[in-house]
């Protein structure tokens, strides 16, 4: 099966995006084609960087991107133009791979994907639920503190820092057309949440809507969940807000993530964060004093782990040396 794993950033977020890509290196068991689109700049690799990339059998491929057609819509804070072009971007590589992944720079993979055994049938994309329980979120009328949680509302609304694309059932002018139209209409109204600041991922749902496959929570755990037990051990986390992985925190990142991050550093020739033992106590300190407040999480992550519809369940792996 031809892979392709896409980024799409400018100049300010490239940083996290070689950090992101070099994760996904580590994590894959086999070569990874990863392509960079570069928005309104065209980076020089560093040399560390490079020779990272090829040590893990990855291919790095830049490439510029552009459309203004698309790039006319504002962005909200953290969402920053780059963010309308994923879509652009992962239509370019659909002649040339069987599944394309897409991936925000604020991503760190630590286990292998498994694209090639996930069940598309006739979707053409899979990603996991957004885990937004804001009061004015898309949950916020189907998870009330004593209701049923309704993950099915609407067809569900998935999070758009990792997509997988089947490239077999893409249609490509039919979705760029109502990708246009769903942007043309999130600048006069939202249909998910009532003050939403990501336009670029309800044009994603309301392109893909009842048409995409689930996948497990582990393959997009967003920081909303980061004091749960489902952060410990999940195979994608996701810095989705405006604090990253980097720099280090003692209160925002755990003993792996920072374990993690000096391995990727070395790699690139970067230097590494001492003691990393250390940063797990203010970690679970900060969890301790969240437990009552992560009430509504917990309960969403419960809910979504009983429900059937994940078309599969990742499997422990191998890895061949390095």
Not at 17 to 34: F, G, M, N, W, Y
Not at 222 to 245: D, L
Request: charged share 25%.
């Amino acid at each position: 099966m031809r892979r392709a794993f896409v980024y799409v950033t400018d100049e300010r977020g490239f940083e996290l995006a070689r950090h992101s890509a070099t994760s996904l290196a580590l994590s894959q068991r086999e070569p990874c084609d990863i392509h960079m689109f570069c928005y309104q700049f065209f980076p020089s690799v560093p040399r560390r960087f490079a020779e990272a990339m090829a040590d893990l059998r990855a291919k790095l491929i830049l490439h510029d991107i552009s459309d203004t057609s698309v790039e006319r819509h504002q962005t909200h804070g953290h969402v920053t133009t780059p963010s309308l072009l994923k879509l652009l971007a992962a239509g370019k590589l659909v002649g040339d791979y069987d599944r394309i992944v897409y991936l925000d720079n604020d991503i760190l993979v630590f286990d292998d994907l498994l694209i090639e055994e996930i069940n598309f049938g006739q979707a053409p994309i899979a990603a996991v639920i957004d885990m937004d329980i804001s009061d004015t979120g898309w949950l916020r009328n189907s998870i009330g503190r004593g209701a049923t949680i309704d993950i099915d509302s609407r067809g569900g609304y998935f999070n758009s820092g990792l997509m997988i694309f089947e490239a077999r059932n893409w249609r490509h002018r039919e979705f760029n057309e109502r990708y246009s139209a769903a942007l043309d209409q999130h600048d006069i109204n939202c249909q998910y949440k009532l003050t939403c600041t990501s336009i670029d991922q309800c044009a994603l749902n309301s392109v893909f809507e009842n048409n995409w496959v689930k996948l497990p929570m582990s393959y997009n755990m967003q920081a909303g969940a980061k004091f749960t037990g489902a952060w410990k051990t999940a195979t994608v986390r996701h810095y989705c807000g405006p604090q990253k992985f980097i720099p280090v925190s003692p209160f925002r990142n755990d003993s792996k993530d920072v374990r993690y991050l000096n391995k990727i550093r070395e790699a690139m020739g970067l230097p590494r964060a001492p003691l990393p033992s250390l940063y797990e106590i203010p970690f679970r300190l900060n969890a301790a004093r969240k437990h009552r407040s992560d009430m509504l999480i917990r309960r969403l992550l419960a809910a979504v782990q009983g429900h059937n519809s994940t078309p599969f369940v990742p499997r422990t792996i191998e890895r061949p040396a390095r």
